[in-house]
């Protein structure tokens, strides 16, 4: 995985960063703390500008960010809850879980998408209660967008700043890149296995 994103980086540039930055936000197997500190790799390479790798990898977050927005604000509480009913299990959430996030985001909108963005996994799934509860679009795009900077710009400036290490790095990031795939996949298990149906 480490050399994939390297050539796609390199070969692709900006648009590569953009896109990879997309498809991690829309199904995030590949995740950003790997895409965005080998951009900051090639960056230090002077192959492209750390200033314009943020910018792009920002952007990629952001828009990706949005399908899952609208998709919480096309299916609404009800449908997601009636949805849950049926396939709790397979997606591991019951409609109570759904009502108490809803509720607690509700409560915290602004707040809890801005940091939501500079946690890994929840940095993802943060648009969809967004959706849910029809937070307004330009409040969503601005705290996203703030939250996203923010994370791209320490994960690229990581990348940046460790260049002289990038082989002992390769080292340690393709190893990691897998675990967390491996982790993402145990997660789910567990909570499918110990998962019990709530009204």
């Keep these: 995985m480490f050399d994939t994103i390297v050539e796609v980086v390199a070969q692709s540039g900006y ?9 991690e936000n829309v199904f995030p197997p590949i995740p950003s703390e790997l895409i965005m500190p080998l951009a900051g790799f090639v960056a230090a390479n002077g192959d492209l ?3 314009l790798v943020v910018l792009f990898g920002t952007a ?14 096309l299916f609404g509480r ?11 299990r397979w997606i591991t959430v019951s409609p109570g879980d ?18 939501g963005r500079l946690i890994p996994a929840i940095r993802t799934l943060i648009s969809v209660p967004a959706g849910i509860v029809r937070m307004p679009l330009l409040p969503f795009l601005a705290y996203s967008t703030i939250g996203s900077l923010i994370w791209t710009t320490l994960l690229a400036m990581a990348g940046y700043l460790l260049q002289s290490q990038y082989t ?11 675990a967390v795939v ?3 996949v145990a997660v ?3 909570r499918f296995v110990r998962f019990k149906p709530q009204a």
């Design 15 to 23: 648009i590569g960063i953009f896109l990879l930055m997309l498809a």
């Design 49 to 51: 500008h750390i200033v």
């Design 60 to 73: 990629g977050s952001v828009v990706g960010a949005l399908p899952w927005y609208y998709a919480g604000m």
């Design 78 to 88: 009800d449908r997601i809850k009636r949805i849950a009913s049926k396939h709790g």
């Design 98 to 115: 759904i009502d108490a996030a809803s509720g607690w985001f509700e409560r915290h909108d602004r707040a809890v998408v801005f940091f």
């Design 168 to 178: 002992a790095v390769e080292q340690y990031l393709d190893p990691v890149s897998k």
């Design 182 to 184: 491996i982790l993402v």
């Design 188 to 190: 789910y298990i567990y």
